[in-house]
């Protein structure tokens, strides 16, 4: 069976890891003694709500990943209400919740003071979230050379994790592998990383799935705009009613 970019295809392909190869799907605090697993990862860069999604198909299926939220993302802020929610949702269904630190937004900081600011930030998130946090992700560690060791985390690029283990990931919506199913074949042990911004009912294309995250983004802005706008024009229609019965 293909594997594209759509939830039904996702599905599928988690249920062939755990019945048909027989491994369990963890995320990295849960780290197996078992000689074959699969370490499961999502990177969250455009949207917390999309992640929701598939810790809920992950979930039906008995699998279980690391989701790594990022506090310092362009797109979303993980404070707005449907945005912590979500994440308390994916912590529910016994997901574990990491921090995904961009190095690009430490510049300010000393090298030294770096790795501080990260596990600040990780401190951050577990408050918000209401849940432990022990594991890291650098954001885009191909385009930048700055590399932090972070003491007391997990790291999912710590060598156990990419080196002594297989990787796949689907970054830039391109899978590592040129068949995914033989892929974890052939890796009794690897790490698998999954970004929800590429997943949809039906397949989309890069650009179509980037539409996707700003059309969403753009009708919650354009809802609050206008509810605001209501209240305020209200506002004004019983100033003026005030207005002019004091005018009378």
Not at 57 to 68: D, L, P, S
Not at 123 to 131: D, I, K, S, T, W
Not at 144 to 151: F, G, S
Not at 156 to 183: E, M, N, Q
Request: glycine share 4%; aromatic share 8%.
């Amino acid at each position: 069976m293909s594997v594209d970019f759509t939830y039904h295809r996702y599905e599928a392909l988690l249920r062939f890891i755990r019945e048909e190869l027989g491994r369990p799907i963890v995320p990295l605090r849960d780290e197996p003694a078992d000689p074959a697993f699969v370490i499961l990862r999502h990177d969250i860069d455009y949207s917390i709500v999309k992640a929701r999604r598939l810790a809920e198909i992950e979930h039906t299926q008995g699998a279980r990943a690391t989701v790594f939220v990022l506090l310092t993302s362009e797109y979303y802020n993980l404070l707005m209400p449907e945005n912590l929610g979500a994440v308390r949702d994916i912590a529910a269904m016994g997901h574990e919740i990491g921090l995904h630190y961009d190095t690009t937004a430490l510049h300010g900081h000393p090298p030294g003071r770096q790795a501080g600011e990260v596990a600040r930030l990780a401190r951050l998130l577990e408050e918000a979230a209401g849940v432990p946090v022990t594991s890291v992700a650098q954001h885009n560690p191909s385009l930048t050379p700055v590399r932090l060791t972070m003491a007391g985390y997990r790291d999912a690029y710590d060598r156990r994790f990419c080196k002594d283990i297989a990787y796949l990931s689907d970054s830039r919506r391109l899978f590592g592998a040129p068949d995914v199913h033989r892929f974890f074949r052939e890796h009794p042990r690897s790490q698998f990383l999954v970004h929800p911004l590429w997943y949809h009912d039906r397949e989309l294309t890069r650009r179509e799935s980037f539409d996707a995250i700003r059309t969403a983004n753009d009708r919650l802005v354009s809802e609050r705009i206008d509810a605001m706008n209501a209240l305020m024009e209200e506002d004004e229609r019983r100033l003026r009613a005030r207005e002019s019965a004091a005018g009378n």
